[in-house]
């Protein structure tokens, strides 16, 4: 069982820092910490009717209704193998979105030479914030902003 971390949020920057990195089918993804509230183990979602594919539903979480996005599906991933992995929950200024994940990995900190220019901006990239090469593959950064409009949360 993963532990609950809560982490403040501060106003953010044009190019963060500390990001909090995942896994999402065998691929390495990053978002700006500031935006972390906490880490928690997936619970079952109550579905919702009528919303997207990759809402699962909502989770109660200490009173808060905070909708649960698959980033596999919204990503185009293949499906994930059943309720594993983990949910980050991130802080908006419209409310909590949770994020579904394969497995959480560590906090980072970021070097700015090391961003590279996002391929194809105006199809896909729509997530993606940037790209960072840390290691053998891209590091992906991830706008929850983006991710948040695809969850209907306005």
Known sequence: MLPTAVVETEPLEADPRRVL???????DYALDLRW???????EPPTPLPGQPPA???????RGDMVPL????????QA??????????????????????VDAVQDV???DA???????????????LLGLYTTGQQPLQLL????????????
């Open 21 to 27: 990195t995942f896994t999402l089918a065998g691929a």
């Open 113 to 127: 030479a090391d961003r590279r220019p996002t391929p194809f901006p105006s199809s896909g990239a729509r997530h």
């Open 143 to 154: 706008d929850p902003m983006a991710l948040a409009s695809s969850a209907a949360l306005h």
């Open 79 to 100: 499906p994930p193998a059943g309720n594993s992995g983990a949910v980050v929950v991130v802080q908006l200024p419209q409310g909590l979105l949770g994020l579904l």
């Open 69 to 76: 996005l698959c980033l596999r599906t919204e990503l185009r």
């Open 36 to 42: 972390v509230r906490e880490i928690r183990t997936p």
């Open 108 to 110: 980072r900190e970021l």
């Open 55 to 61: 809402v699962l539903g909502v989770n109660n979480l």
